[in-house]
């Protein structure tokens, strides 16, 4: 059993608009444990719409569209649907009294062209659109079914909770529910953490699981599955054990959970305060803990020293320093760090430099270098170094969880 | 002549994540006059896999993949493409001494898992990745051209346009160019905006115009074709013209111009110094300014001042004027941005203040109000009120954008 998804319109090939129905469906099926085995997209053309309907009634049992039933010469839904069942369209006299009475209720009256959308493949059921005039389209063809629903997005949701999914649930009755379950680690690259779990990730394994990068967060995504969500939590259960075992405190979450939201946890348990001293990361590690609802208990502000000149005025480095060991150092990170604690007054206080790039590199301090920097006051400064590749964006953004995960580490390893 | 897009990965499938290179590469492929008929995405499975690359070679000319080319076991697109095309795998020594070297730069020495990355089929052409461990892949397979590039963004963007891209247009010559030109606008509402320009977005109108709002900011599409991209520029230059006359000041920018993009350039024009004093955007104005290459020039740095007590140390705004008025006021908004403006010593200084929620609302001052002032040798200081509904996200992120936007005007303004 295998769900195939088909997104209709040359808004969508042609780029200028960003699928997200696809997205939001695969997520809705997953619980009910049918599992998606493709999403395709296809631009408003007859032949391409044969073809892409026939292949997916080949490999899926279940395929469901969004798009392509308006009333306009490209919806061309309606008529592929038709031709590759190999029937005819009839009027179906309802939905035309419902697309009329849409009409009504704002006033206007139908246009002809509207006309078209009552149509139907013999054979098949027309789904009733609460939220517009565009009904969906329910039919089987060959071993499988076949659910046509509308591109716009509200429309389409209504009409698969409402109508689809109870369709779907009668004809798919002993699905269980597909559970994803995300462990989120930061500290060590992807191919050293598959190594330490690479019995786990092989293929074939019960249940599945499969290994993200998304910018130096390295996720271990268990798939497990069940008939009852209970069952799904039982199954992935031990193995999230086991990951957690091996991975250790490289581990800082799980499912949508971020560094900076870890942070914010932390800094409540303890009831540490928290400031920070930007060089390289220009504002980003503040902006990510403000952006976690309730930041503000724990985490004060800080100092941007974009500038090295304020790093001076603001932070009070010595110039000397900076003119000794250059401001990418880790003799100039630990004075920020120490210099934004003590002016800011918090029990915690991180701190950045680097080269950001694209230009600004230098043979001993090339585009990627960063420190990053924690000083507290029952431990010594603590400095991490680290070169990454990648864009500006990036380096600043994995310099921030650098330094984000300096205060984790640090208060995690706290009783 | 159509080509064809491969996503490749099951956190795409299952609606994990958003896939967002298909949009991408389809404008990419636009602006050669390639037409995208299919975006097609599968789950890391060998059989669906083969059954993709078989149904795009066969209908497209042009197949490009992205993802599956990492070093783990479920990265299944080298063995896929030597499959579909009858072909054994072979060991290609440059690549495998780029990617010991990729490793080398970050001090690490590679994994025995990443000699598989090294591994192409007999017949294709390794693409080098200058942002990654992966190589890419060009082959003809039958009448048809398959390339294949990372999945992480910003390794496949570079790779297509400095590998790919090339590649295609020797084998494609271009027959003609699809053009769109994006003109952005900030201070106004999508309705009030589309108002002005009502006659060029209605339906029919060549060149196609459209109007989208992303984050407040409104931009207007113009979508021009012609054999060359001069002519689709001719087309679309009158267009351009007439928005720009009826929009005045509210345009701040082209195609991917940002504000603090604007910012940074009027800055280094007007070679005017720049810092930020932050309250509810939390870092925020800061991290955005930062991301701009060069911003260092005039961009000086800031303070964020998230908690109150803050605002009083760093920024010397007096504890009596915030017990008076509260902190969301243009009293203390106004003195946060002198204050700044004078313990920095920059030119221009802007702050913000507000509730950012989900908490922390009243009735007088609710979730979504907020200030954003500027303060400057020249000119008294303006101070500008909003009201946004929407997520604490993206009351942060317009506020940013609204106190950036008193820079750019303050300095657009300025013969």
């Not at 939001?24 to 395709?40: C, K, M, N, Q, Y």
């Not at 631009?43 to 039933?69: E, K, P, S, Y």
């Not at 798919?172 to 529910?177: A, E």
């Not at 920020?336 to 915690?348: F, K, P, Q, Y």
């Amino acid at each position: 059993m295998k769900a195939e998804l088909i997104s209709i319109g040359s808004e969508l090939t042609t780029g200028r608009n960003l699928d997200t129905n696809a997205q939001w469906l695969s997520r809705r099926l997953a619980e009910i444990g049918i599992p998606v085995g493709f999403h395709t997209t296809v631009a408003d053309d007859l032949t391409d719409n044969l073809d892409v309907f026939r292949t997916a009634l080949r490999r899926a049992q279940l395929v469901l569209t969004t798009g392509g039933i308006g009333p306009t010469l490209d919806d061309l839904t309606r008529e592929v649907a038709a031709t590759v069942a190999g029937v005819d369209l009839f009027e179906d006299a309802a939905s035309l009294e419902h697309i009329q009475q849409m009409f009504a209720r704002r006033n206007r009256v139908m246009p002809e062209r509207n006309r078209v959308q009552a149509q139907f493949p013999v054979g098949s059921e027309p789904v009733r659109n609460e939220k517009g005039t565009a009904p969906g389209i329910w039919m089987k063809i060959g071993e499988s079914f076949l659910g046509c629903m509308p591109g716009v997005p509200s429309e389409m949701f209504h009409m698969f909770e409402t109508q689809i999914k109870p369709r779907i649930l009668a004809q798919f009755p002993t699905s269980g529910v597909i559970l994803e379950r995300k462990i989120n680690t930061f500290g060590m690259g992807e191919s050293a953490v598959e190594e330490k779990v690479s019995d786990l990730t092989a293929r074939g394994h019960v249940p599945e699981v499969g290994i993200t990068a998304s910018d130096a967060v390295i996720g271990l995504r268990i798939f497990a599955n069940g008939p009852t969500r209970d069952a799904a939590l039982a199954q992935a259960a031990p193995i999230e054990a086991t990951i957690r075992e091996r991975l250790g405190e490289l581990v800082f979450g799980i499912d949508d959970d971020t560094l900076q939201l870890a942070v914010i946890r932390l800094l409540n348990r303890h009831r540490k305060s928290l400031s920070v001293a930007e060089g390289v990361t220009g504002g980003m590690v503040a902006h990510l803990l403000a952006t976690v609802p309730g930041a503000s208990s724990w985490f004060r502000g800080g100092l941007i020293a974009y500038d090295d000149t304020l790093k001076v005025q603001l932070l009070g480095v010595p110039s000397d320093l900076i003119a000794m060991h250059g401001t990418v150092s880790p003799e100039v990170v630990t004075r920020m760090a120490e210099g934004c604690r003590a002016r800011v007054g918090t029990d915690l206080a991180i701190a950045t430099v680097g080269v950001a790039g694209p230009d600004g590199g230098s043979e001993q301090k090339p585009v990627g270098m960063v420190y990053a920097a924690l000083a507290s006051a029952d431990a010594p400064t603590v400095v991490q170094q680290f070169s990454w590749t990648g864009t500006r964006h990036e380096v600043q953004s994995r310099t921030s969880k650098l330094a984000l995960n300096l205060v984790r580490l640090h208060l995690q390893r706290k009783p």
